[in-house]
């Protein structure tokens, strides 16, 4: 009987696809799907959102049969409809032009079926045993009817793929009787496709891992009767700004910093750091780390789709979704290559009159091992570098940063610490000494997470903090803060908003500050009673890896390193010798930076920008490889190519050593699939190799380059550095 069509009559715009139960059984079910227009859902959302339906256990998805199944608790399907129905609707849809396999790189949702393999491997073990050639015929038509019918819709679907050539090879050998030959290809074909299957769904673990949806319920304290209770929620219901509260052995479910108590985070699935980190108060913790020992209250910044993991599996997700030139290249060639395969085995007929030898060449063929090997080793070296904490957005990035011979790095946040430290105190009063006037600044500045705050509080600390009770503190964006204590103003921070915005008068310290700036360390102004206080001097120390980070890169192959800087001439020129920089640009204003790497880009340089701030977005954007630093902002993160889950600037030499070895890898299973399958190929054309010999040269040669692609890179340990 005819399958009934799926596709949905245009009724309403709720009527957007069509839900049908194929299968049920007490604990499993699945449905089949059809969206209107020939669009698909997001293959790994629809089954995210699945699994977080009430009472379903699991989910697969099959994009291609458009198939859903769900293990579930016993529910009856019906019950369950309206919630699917529901996803469905809520599940973005892709566009037309990703509706094309040939433009889209969906992700391996089904596990690989061994069905074939054990069909086609029962005909060749059978094959000895069956007297009768009608049994023999059929023994070999149970195991190869499935290649057979897959050339023929490969044909008609697709023209001469592959495929059509394997299906011919098999056909011809049954045809001439040869059954052994027939079961043989059948089983190897069989066997190398569930191989080449099982291959690219283990090269997508990671992104499985990070899509799985981790934390459902949170503990959030709520203000509630004049009181304070510890409460549990959903963590949809998480906001920003809550006080989240995790105990040991549970994930930390929000980005945000530690209001109180200590805990060890184990962060390796994060940033690739075994060893536990020691978190307190001011601290920032990620989503996606667990609390080993400890208890902690986190106040939220970012929740829901806005976490650091929420955020990793979206560049994960979107980055199986391109292909690189290299990818694009070996998937042109292998297409171009099979009309030459078929003329070749159509030319050693005309000339030897043998059918063996006709199905011998068909047997050998370059497409599955030039298309698979490529994407495969690009998936498994992102799913390496994301276990050392770089995330790389795709096999272009990876393609861009190997290409990269210039590296610049916008000072502050990468070759610096980007972590400030109180270095000296001044005071303009004989009233409030060094140690007043950083209590003063502590009282006001705790409240708030950002650098600036934090090296005061920490200065305070050292000098035993005596709190001093001020009113309520009202934060100015790029400015500073404003407080009074006892009726008197208290303003903290630049000198423009001190002196242009609060009107309080510099000009009899102008001798002092000219002293203490000639130095070159950041000052943050004090003022109080609408007179100037004092002026705290922070530095931003640079990494102690630094150098050795920049010696790597030069090694990897990066001609010049450059160096973008605020400062003056004099300390940009101190910190560029210190290191190793190659060339500096000193006194820059933000705005100049994309600037300056269009000019080294028009001397014909591969440029890759480091950054972390809001004003390298566009820098990042406009190199041809942008690396977004750990603690940088999320603007210039979601800009980026690379995303360093570390705070190492160590982690942007490890991200170019990988790139330089995937490309290397793909570069010699390029090189190697030519020159075997060539051999091979050769070899059948001439008589030498059998149907069977050369099913089984080919194949194997296939899973073997498949198997090195998939074991990733390595490099250097970054511990060992």
Request: with cysteine.
């Amino acid at each position: 009987m005819q399958r009934p069509s799926l596709k949905p009559k245009k009724a309403s715009n709720s009527e957007l696809f069509s839900l049908r139960l194929e299968h049920a059984t007490s604990k499993r079910v699945r449905y089949s799907f059809c969206y209107e227009g020939g669009c698909r859902p997001e293959p790994m959302a629809l089954q995210i959102a699945l699994e977080s339906l009430e009472g379903i256990k699991s989910a697969r998805v099959n994009p291609a049969l458009n198939n859903l199944i769900l293990e579930h608790e016993g529910r009856e399907p019906k019950e369950m409809e309206s919630a699917i129905k529901g996803v469905l609707e809520r599940v973005s849809l892709r566009g037309k032009a990703c509706a094309s396999k040939d433009s889209c790189l969906v992700l391996r949702e089904e596990i690989p079926s061994s069905g074939g393999v054990v069909r086609a491997g029962t005909s060749l073990l059978l094959e000895p045993f069956l007297k009768n050639p009608n049994a023999k015929l059929g023994a070999a038509a149970i195991g190869s009817t499935p290649i057979v019918w897959d050339g023929i819709k490969d044909l008609f679907e697709h023209g001469l793929t592959s495929k059509v050539l394997e299906a011919m090879a098999v056909a011809i050998s049954i045809y001439r009787q040869d059954f052994r030959a027939a079961n043989s290809a059948s089983f190897m074909l069989a066997l190398g496709e569930y191989i080449e299957e099982a291959t690219v769904y283990k090269s997508d673990d990671l992104i499985k891992e990070l899509s799985k949806p981790q934390v459902e319920e949170v503990w959030i304290e709520k203000h509630q009767k004049g009181r304070i209770e510890t409460i549990l929620v959903p963590i949809q219901e998480v906001k920003s700004g809550d006080i989240v509260v995790v105990g040991a052995g549970e994930i930390v479910p929000v980005d945000g910093h530690v209001m109180s108590g200590e805990a060890m985070l184990n962060q390796i699935s994060m940033t690739g750091e075994a060893e536990p980190v020691r978190k307190s108060r001011g601290d920032r913790v990620l989503s996606g780390t667990v609390v080993e020992e400890g208890r902690i209250k986190i106040w939220a910044e970012h929740v829901g789709d806005e976490t650091t993991t929420a955020r990793i599996r979206s560049y994960i997700q979107s980055s199986l979704e391109e292909k690189s030139s290299l990818q694009l290249e070996a998937s042109k060639m292998a297409d171009g290559l099979v009309p030459i395969t078929l003329g070749l085995a159509v030319l050693s007929y005309v000339v030897s009159q043998d059918l063996t030898r006709l199905a011998s060449v068909l047997q050998a063929d370059y497409s599955c091992a030039l298309k698979l090997a490529t994407p495969v080793a690009f998936k498994a070296s992102i799913g390496s570098a994301g276990k050392m904490g770089i995330i790389i957005k795709g096999a272009k990035s990876l393609e861009a940063l190997h290409e990269a011979d210039t590296f610049v790095f916008d000072k502050t946040g990468t070759l610096t610490k980007g972590e400030l430290e109180v270095i000296e105190v001044h005071s303009f009063s004989s009233a409030w000494d060094e140690t007043s006037i950083l209590n003063l600044a502590a009282s006001a500045e705790e409240h708030y997470f950002h650098p600036v705050a934090q090296a005061i509080v920490k200065a305070a600390r050292k000098r035993e903090f005596v709190h001093m009770h001020h009113d309520e503190v009202e934060f100015i964006v790029a400015h500073g803060v404003k407080t009074e204590i006892e009726g008197k103003s208290v303003v903290i921070g630049s000198r423009h908003f001190l002196e242009d915005d609060e009107g309080i008068d510099f000009s009899s310290h102008q001798k002092e500050l000219k002293g203490y700036l000639s130095q070159g360390h950041m000052p943050l102004y004090i003022g109080y009673d609408r007179e100037l206080l004092g002026v705290v001097m922070l530095k931003d120390e640079i990494r102690p890896n630094a150098q050795e980070t920049l010696e790597r890169l030069k090694k990897a192959g990066v001609q010049e390193v450059v160096m973008l800087t605020g400062d003056g001439e004099e300390k940009a020129k101190e910190v560029a010798e210190s290191i190793g920089v190659d060339r500096y640009f000193a006194n820059l204003l933000p705005t100049q930076k994309a600037e300056i790497l269009e000019r080294l880009m028009k001397e014909g340089k591969k440029v890759a920008f480091v950054g972390d701030g809001i004003n390298d977005a566009p820098a990042l954007m406009k190199a041809h490889s942008g690396i977004g630093m750990h603690k940088g902002a999320d603007i210039a993160k979601a800009s980026a190519d690379v995303v360093l889950l570390r705070d190492d600037i160590a982690a942007v030499a490890d991200a170019k050593e990988v790139a330089n070895a995937t490309l290397a890898k793909v570069n010699g299973n390029f090189k190697a699939t030519l020159g075997i399958n060539s051999a091979i190929l050769g070899a059948a054309a001439l008589g030498w190799l059998s149907p069977v010999r050369t099913a089984l040269l080919h194949n194997g040669t296939t899973i073997g380059l498949l198997l090195n692609a998939l074991g990733g890179v390595k490099i250097r340990d970054p511990k060992e550095l």
